[in-house]
């Protein structure tokens, strides 16, 4: 069984910043794309930023220049740095891998459980 869980998320002013993290843990054999999707209330989940397994992100447009993603593939992590935060930020964050696990051997997308980011005026 493979899972996502995230930290990090809160309150904060609009200004401020904040940094998410997620681990991925269980049967894994091999990460692919990672990355970080948000929902806010009474609207649709929605792409925030990507990063590939070899390093290269790529953002909504809502986010560039303000979100930075990363990971550290030796410990199944990606990371977003929130800067510049704005209300229109504010949502609950879901980490998102696409995962090779090997007990059983299969490709599939996992999610985690989503943390809250509120900002606030």
């Known amino acids: 069984q493979v899972q996502l869980v995230e930290s990090g998320g809160g309150l904060v002013q609009t200004g401020g910043s904040l940094s998410l993290s997620c681990a991925a843990s269980?049967?894994?054999?091999?990460?692919?794309?990672m990355g970080w999707f948000r929902q806010a209330p009474g609207k649709q989940r929605e792409l925030v930023a990507t990063i590939t397994s070899s390093g290269y992100p790529n953002y909504a447009h809502s986010v560039k220049g303000r979100f930075t993603v990363s990971r550290d593939n030796a410990k199944n992590t990606v990371s977003l740095q929130m800067n510049s935060l704005v209300a229109e930020d504010t949502a609950v964050y879901y980490c998102?891998?696409?995962?090779?696990?090997?007990?059983?051997?299969?490709?599939?997308?996992?999610w985690g459980q989503g943390t809250l980011v509120t900002v606030s005026a």
């Open positions: 998102n891998a696409d995962i090779l696990s090997h007990s059983p051997v299969r490709r599939i997308e996992v």
């Open positions: 269980g049967s894994i054999s091999r990460i692919g794309g």
